[in-house]
């Protein structure tokens, strides 16, 4: 603020006057008016306010990662495919309080709401695998980068306490798997965080719509007071007792229909909503479906009206899968293989088995049909097609 000097006191001094707008706290109080207010973007914000509060965003990281984790995985090398391999044994009891699904499921889940997910090797085993595996916390775990900028050690921090893994030695305790993140060299980006906008908007349209229901179900109105000449004013007693009848006797669902009595000189104007303003309930319904959009699922699998897509529910689920499950799940899957591989000595190769998907039955029996029928491809060429590992000399895969 600019200051000048504009008269003198009558002691001498001079006085000292500051420059300012006639309409400055006018202006500055209205500069607010209007303006959105977000949620913070923090992991930990993001999870409360997308997964544990929204069920939209609930649902739909809840299908992913069921899905994802339910579908079975093959193991194999260059040579052969195998039923029984000490991967698969690891895999399927990785640690005392988990199964190979809930192991997964919390990987899957880590991944899709902060974009990195967290796997710990415990232990060493006969093979020289990991004796257990745990999947941390993302929202607890950050990343320290060496001169170079790769990471040289991952820090978790639990309870004011920290435990640092060095990455530097082999093989590595920590696999880190992480979404793609345009602007980020070190943490993935996360679905949630692209659809934060949409969960804001679908948050505040739930308690909006909470809001008109303890209020009766139907907008509020206005209490007049036009007094013995046609326009008195209550003094701060009556003020204060009319309150009180308002919210103890008017106000609340149990409240709903209960007629309002007045008094001498008070009139009751109810208000009502114009078209634009009830127009909330479609603004939900788009806000939840940008959410489903951004995680990769169809509305419609969520049960989301309006949305026409697909054709069908079996078309939805088909591509469910195929846009959204087995990409997942392969991703994860060759992560989690090359992090064995460093630890037992020896690549392996572990990928989803898409022949076991119900819902891609009828597209794996077509591609097995154009293949079969192929007269020109020999029976090694089919099996490469298909992605079956070559027959070894005695006939057996």
């Given at each position: 603020?600019?200051?000048?000097?504009?008269?003198?006191?009558?002691?001498?001094a001079?006085?000292i006057?500051?420059?300012?707008?006639?309409?400055?706290?006018?202006?500055?109080?209205?500069?607010?008016?209007?303006?959105?207010?977000?949620?913070?973007?923090?992991?930990g914000?993001?999870?409360?306010?997308?997964?544990?509060?929204?069920?939209?965003?609930?649902?739909?990281?809840?299908?992913?990662?069921?899905?994802?984790?339910?579908?079975?995985?093959?193991?194999?090398?260059?040579?052969?495919?195998?039923?029984?391999?000490?991967?698969?044994?690891?895999?399927?009891?990785?640690?005392?309080?988990?199964?190979?699904?809930?192991?997964f499921?919390?990987?899957?889940?880590?991944?899709?709401?902060?974009?990195?997910g967290?796997?710990?090797?415990?232990?060493?085993?006969?093979?020289?695998?990991?004796?257990?595996?745990?999947?941390?916390?993302?929202?607890?775990?950050?990343?320290?980068?060496?001169?170079?900028?790769?990471?040289?050690?991952?820090?978790?921090?639990?309870?004011?306490?920290?435990?640092?893994?060095?990455?530097?030695?082999?093989?590595?305790?920590?696999?880190?798997?992480?979404?793609?993140?345009?602007?980020?060299?070190?943490?993935?980006?996360?679905?949630?965080?692209?659809?934060?906008?949409?969960?804001?908007?679908?948050?505040?349209?739930?308690?909006w719509?909470?809001?008109?229901?303890?209020?009766?179900?139907?907008?509020?109105?206005?209490?007049?007071?036009?007094?013995?000449?046609?326009?008195g004013?209550?003094?701060?007693?009556?003020?204060e007792?009319?309150?009180?009848?308002?919210?103890?006797?008017h106000?609340?669902?149990?409240?709903?229909?209960?007629?309002?009595?007045?008094?001498?000189?008070?009139?009751?104007?109810?208000?009502?909503?114009?078209p634009?303003?009830?127009e909330?309930?479609?603004?939900?319904?788009?806000?939840?479906?940008?959410?489903?959009?951004?995680?990769?699922?169809?509305?419609?699998?969520?049960?989301?009206?309006?949305?026409?897509?697909?054709?069908?529910?079996?078309?939805?689920?088909?591509?469910?899968?195929?846009?959204?499950?087995?990409?997942?799940?392969?991703?994860?899957?060759?992560?989690?293989?090359?992090?064995l591989?460093?630890?037992?000595?020896?690549?392996?190769?572990?990928?989803?088995?898409?022949?076991?998907?119900?819902?891609l039955?009828?597209?794996r029996?077509?591609?097995?049909?154009?293949?079969?029928a192929?007269?020109f491809?020999?029976?090694?060429?089919k099996?490469?097609?298909?992605?079956?590992?070559?027959?070894?000399?005695?006939?057996?895969?």
């Amino acid at each position: 603020m600019a200051f000048r000097l504009f008269s003198r006191s009558p002691q001498g001094a001079p006085v000292i006057e500051g420059k300012a707008s006639a309409s400055g706290r006018v202006a500055a109080l209205a500069a607010g008016y209007g303006r959105s207010v977000w949620s913070a973007r923090d992991t930990g914000s993001l999870t409360r306010g997308g997964f544990i509060a929204n069920p939209v965003g609930f649902r739909a990281v809840r299908l992913i990662c069921e899905a994802a984790a339910a579908v079975p995985l093959i193991c194999q090398d260059r040579e052969q495919r195998y039923d029984t391999h000490p991967v698969l044994d690891l895999l399927r009891r990785p640690n005392p309080g988990q199964g190979r699904a809930e192991l997964f499921e919390a990987l899957f889940g880590q991944i899709l709401l902060s974009g990195n997910g967290y796997l710990e090797a415990v232990g060493v085993s006969g093979e020289g695998l990991p004796a257990e595996l745990h999947v941390l916390r993302s929202d607890r775990m950050s990343v320290v980068p060496g001169e170079d900028g790769w990471p040289v050690a991952f820090e978790y921090a639990v309870g004011g306490h920290k435990h640092r893994f060095d990455m530097r030695g082999s093989p590595d305790p920590i696999c880190h798997i992480r979404s793609f993140h345009p602007t980020d060299d070190h943490y993935g980006l996360s679905p949630l965080q692209a659809a934060a906008v949409a969960v804001d908007v679908h948050n505040s349209a739930s308690a909006w719509s909470k809001a008109l229901l303890d209020n009766a179900a139907r907008p509020s109105g206005a209490i007049i007071y036009k007094g013995p000449d046609g326009h008195g004013n209550l003094s701060a007693e009556q003020y204060e007792r009319l309150v009180v009848e308002m919210e103890t006797h008017h106000q609340g669902a149990r409240n709903a229909g209960r007629p309002v009595l007045l008094e001498g000189g008070l009139d009751w104007k109810p208000m009502g909503f114009s078209p634009s303003d009830m127009e909330f309930h479609e603004t939900k319904l788009s806000a939840a479906r940008e959410i489903a959009q951004a995680f990769g699922v169809p509305p419609m699998l969520i049960g989301i009206p309006g949305d026409a897509t697909y054709a069908n529910y079996a078309e939805a689920h088909r591509a469910f899968y195929r846009l959204t499950v087995l990409p997942l799940a392969s991703r994860v899957a060759a992560a989690v293989a090359w992090f064995l591989s460093e630890h037992l000595g020896a690549e392996v190769d572990l990928r989803p088995d898409a022949d076991q998907v119900p819902a891609l039955a009828a597209e794996r029996e077509q591609l097995w049909a154009r293949v079969g029928a192929a007269s020109f491809l020999t029976d090694a060429e089919k099996r490469a097609a298909l992605g079956l590992p070559p027959l070894g000399d005695d006939g057996t895969a």
